[in-house]
């Protein structure tokens, strides 16, 4: 079985009025290569009349955005023309490579009527090669994404990226990236095979979960010595775990704000580039 290098806790950082928590990066951890930042918003319940999200135009360059609906909506545009309301149980997957700008807020819908939100938005990093790859941007709702059941229908995967159980991933993706969300039953066993190579990404984002011996609960990230293949969870509750594995780019990360580089004169040019307009127009 793959061991246990040591387990995070996220940290408490609202934004305005919206519950969030970061698991990465945090003091204790930079980040587990190629996944570079991740953010849980919610679980909570807006009013009627609220004003939802706050995250209205922003760029990006470098890296991908790949955003899990669990709860709520999310209104994505962006500067190349893209735009979608992506609902409860959709994903939303955004190449920014060049750069883009993007705004991510709710629907008109959401603000009138308020209701549960819950979101996630993890930062995958692209390789040196491909960080000015042309920008791309997919959205699917919860019943476009394929799935895939372990131990009897107890554990029921949403295949993100990549594959699992040889069932592809809903997103073909520019490099190996393997992405599912998990939702255990409670006393729900799932057990897979990560090459030794890969890190993996395994996030408690509801419930109690079972690894190696050790409990562990909501809130909370896992990062893995790279000594075996085998891995084996276990439900200690109904739960929901983001899952991901990688191999990793093993390159220099420079990260700035919203663009994510090698070097610090990409960066430099990178809000250069911004400035002057060549990320596109506001969304």
């Known amino acids: 079985m793959r061991t246990i290098r040591n387990i995070y806790e996220a940290e408490y950082r609202p934004i305005a009025d919206l519950k969030t928590y970061s698991p990465m990066p945090t003091a204790n951890l930079r980040m ?6 991740l953010n849980h918003h919610g679980p909570q319940k807006y009013p009627p009349g609220n004003r939802g999200l706050p995250f209205g135009p922003h760029p990006h360059r470098g890296m ?23 609902e409860s149980g959709g994903v ?9 700008i993007h705004s991510e807020v709710s629907s008109e819908k ?7 939100l819950e979101i996630l938005q993890l930062w995958v990093n692209l390789p040196a090669k491909l960080k000015m ?9 919860k019943g476009e994404i394929p799935q895939v059941s372990f131990d ?20 073909e993706t520019l490099s190996e990236i393997h992405l599912s969300t998990l939702f255990f039953k409670s006393g729900g066993v799932f057990s897979t095979r990560v090459p030794k190579s890969h890190n993996i990404l395994c996030y408690v984002i509801r419930g109690e979960i079972r690894i190696n011996g050790e409990n562990i609960h909501s809130l909370k990230l896992v990062e893995f010595n790279n000594d ?11 739960s929901v775990v983001l899952f991901g594995h990688s191999e990793p780019f ?3 990360v420079v990260a700035r704000g919203p663009f994510v580089m090698n070097t610090v004169e990409e960066i430099n040019q990178a809000y250069e580039d911004f400035q002057n307009g060549k990320m596109g127009r506001p969304a």
């Open 152 to 171: 009897d229908g107890k554990v029921t995967a949403q295949v993100i990226s990549g594959s699992l159980s040889d069932r592809r991933g809903a997103f």
């Open 250 to 252: 093993n390159e220099p």
């Open 32 to 37: 587990i290569d190629p996944f570079l930042f």
């Open 64 to 86: 991908e955005t790949v955003t899990f609906i669990l709860d709520g909506d999310i209104a994505h545009k962006d500067s190349g023309g893209n735009k979608s309301v992506i």
């Open 110 to 116: 959401f603000l009138k009527e308020g209701g549960d």
């Open 92 to 100: 939303q997957w955004m190449t920014a490579g060049s750069g883009l």
């Open 228 to 238: 075996d293949e085998q891995l084996r969870i276990e439900a200690l509750a109904d």
């Open 133 to 141: 790859t042309d920008p791309f941007y997919k959205g699917l709702q």
